[in-house]
């Protein structure tokens, strides 16, 4: 989804298609450190953005959480270890949101990595995590390349990941509640109390944030990527009821998780870079599903 996004982004800002490398894993397991390690060196990009990852919402984390410390751990690894190797001079590494306290006083600055414990249900996704934006500070503190992170909040947008049980949250109500219209289903089950907050930010405006970074000259080490603003997962789904025309009953599961209770970002050091966000969280959901009907009708919904 956002590796989809840059290429948006890139092309909409003029940049020649043949000038982007975009290997599918087929052509390239980031898994492999030899083969990483050939193809950066091969290729010499001015530039490598990690937007590979495993990901997936709460459900996913807590059934393959060795996948999602070993996929995310090795990514990072030969990413960053073999873009040294290849003297890539700027690499931007994606990290995510998970990799602050549970209880991390709100909303999280990016000083309050490392100062108490992970939120469980999502502890090896983001130990990976933490572990690339390390690397990215190390590695530019001991050999002086410009090796920086981005973390982004909750992202959703084209191209994103509509598995019944695997997606995040705001992918996994949209196709709930389509599917519930189509049905005319009386109700809809959400997963939790609904009282959690998160914070939503269209993947196009990530993209945006992303590219922006990569002009400044001395970025931080690490910086948050949202809007900065919050809902509550009941309010996040009565929107998407809207969205899609959904009229029926929200039933709350009390059976299901919640994970932390708020996560929202402190957005003030890249604002200070002088980026903001542009797209609201109801115009970017109608797009959402526009694109969803889309994926949907061409038969090409990830799932
Ligand atoms: N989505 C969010 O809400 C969110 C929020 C915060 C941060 N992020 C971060 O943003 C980045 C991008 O996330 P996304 O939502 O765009 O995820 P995504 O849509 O699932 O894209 C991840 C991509 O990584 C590829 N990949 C995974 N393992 C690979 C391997 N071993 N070799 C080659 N390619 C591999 C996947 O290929 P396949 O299609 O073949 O699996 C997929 O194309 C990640 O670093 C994620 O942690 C995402």
């Given at each position: 989804m956002v590796g989809a996004a840059l290429v948006r982004a890139l092309q909409a800002r003029g940049h020649p298609a043949r000038g982007l490398l975009t290997p599918a894993r087929t052509e390239l397991n980031l898994a492999d450190p030899a083969a990483t390690r050939?193809?950066?060196v091969a290729q010499q990009p001015d530039l490598v953005i990690i937007a590979?990852?495993?990901?997936?919402?709460?459900?996913?984390?807590?059934?393959?959480?060795?996948?999602?410390?070993?996929?995310?751990?090795?990514?990072?690894?030969?990413?960053?270890?073999?873009?040294?190797?290849?003297?890539?001079?700027?690499v931007l590494f994606l990290g995510s949101s998970c990799i602050y306290p549970r209880l991390a006083p709100q909303p999280m600055t990016e000083d309050c990595l490392l100062t108490s414990p992970l939120e469980p249900t999502n502890e090896p996704y983001a130990l990976a995590k933490i572990a690339g934006l390390k690397l990215c500070q190390y590695y530019?503190?001991?050999?002086?390349?410009?090796?920086?992170s981005g973390m982004?909040?909750?992202?959703?947008g084209p191209r994103d990941n509509y598995h019944p049980t695997n997606s995040h949250v705001l992918p996994a109500l949209l196709r709930r509640f389509h599917e519930a219209r189509e049905a005319n289903a009386s109700e809809v089950i959400l997963w939790g109390s609904g009282t959690?907050?998160?914070?939503?930010?269209?993947?196009d405006d990530c993209a945006d944030a992303l590219l922006h970074l990569c002009t400044l000259d001395n970025p931080p080490d690490w910086v948050n990527i949202g809007t900065g603003q919050d809902v509550t997962i009941r309010e996040a789904a009565e929107l998407v009821a809207e969205t899609v025309g959904y009229r029926g009953r929200i039933v709350q599961d009390l059976s299901q998780p919640d994970g932390s209770p708020r996560k929202l970002m402190d957005v003030s050091r890249l604002r200070a870079t002088g980026w903001q966000p542009s797209i609201s969280l109801r115009d970017g959901l109608r797009a959402t599903y526009q694109s969803f009907l889309s994926e949907k009708a061409a038969g090409k919904l990830r799932e």
């Open positions: 050939d193809y950066l590979a990852a495993r990901v997936g919402g709460i459900h996913a984390n807590n059934t393959y959480p060795a996948e999602f410390i070993h996929d995310n751990l090795v990514i990072a690894l030969n990413l960053i270890h073999g873009s040294y190797l290849a003297k890539v001079k700027r530019r503190k001991q050999y002086g390349v410009l090796f920086h982004p909040t909750n992202l959703y959690p907050r998160r914070e939503f930010l269209h993947v």
